[in-house]
């Protein structure tokens, strides 16, 4: 064996080898993170849906709880969020209320419970589009508890999601 042939046998791994391993594994800790990100997007979505399913439960119920046929008919324009009609919010634990008293102060209360629950959470109870039932839409982030054709309502005026809002819808009645 020739002395010069064994000099240009190759020994160990060459600089190119390395960088380009080592260019792979950026890219694959930058993907790998990039998931985990959308991956706690998803899960604080989930979280507001799950949360904002259990708000509007709560708001069917104290309507069911408070079913006074003037209550029951006046529900839709009563139980609108961000008005308590100047009932405190222990009023009615330590009195007897009136029906719309008390409809004011669950309104209070849900207010509270929607605001402190989801980020800029709301609610109200709306008519249901093409139905004689009533919706109640509870909202987050920069959606509306409205029913319209913008961007920041909950809800078309056909029934349906619109695209990318944050809300629940459940029907009731």
Do not use: K
């Amino acid at each position: 064996m020739n002395v010069s042939s064994s000099m240009t046998l190759q020994r160990g791994v060459g600089l190119i080898e390395v960088m380009v391993a080592l260019l792979l594994l950026g890219i694959a800790v930058v993907g790998f993170a990039a998931l985990q990100v959308r991956a706690v997007g998803s899960t604080h979505d989930a979280y507001f849906r799950t949360q904002g399913m259990a708000i509007a439960q709560e708001v069917a119920e104290r309507l069911r709880a408070n079913s006074n046929a003037t209550f029951a008919i006046n529900a839709v324009a009563t139980y609108r969020a961000g008005s308590t009609g100047g009932v405190s919010d222990t009023q009615c634990i330590t009195n007897t209320c009136t029906p719309t008293q008390m409809a004011q102060f669950d309104i209070a209360n849900l207010n509270t419970l929607a605001a402190s629950t989801l980020p800029n959470g709301r609610f109200a109870v709306v008519p249901c589009t093409n139905a004689t039932n009533s919706c109640v839409l509870v909202s987050w982030n920069l959606t509306s508890p409205t029913v319209g054709n913008t961007t920041t309502d909950c809800m078309s005026t056909g029934g349906s999601y619109i695209l990318n809002a944050d809300c629940m819808m459940l029907e009731i009645y």
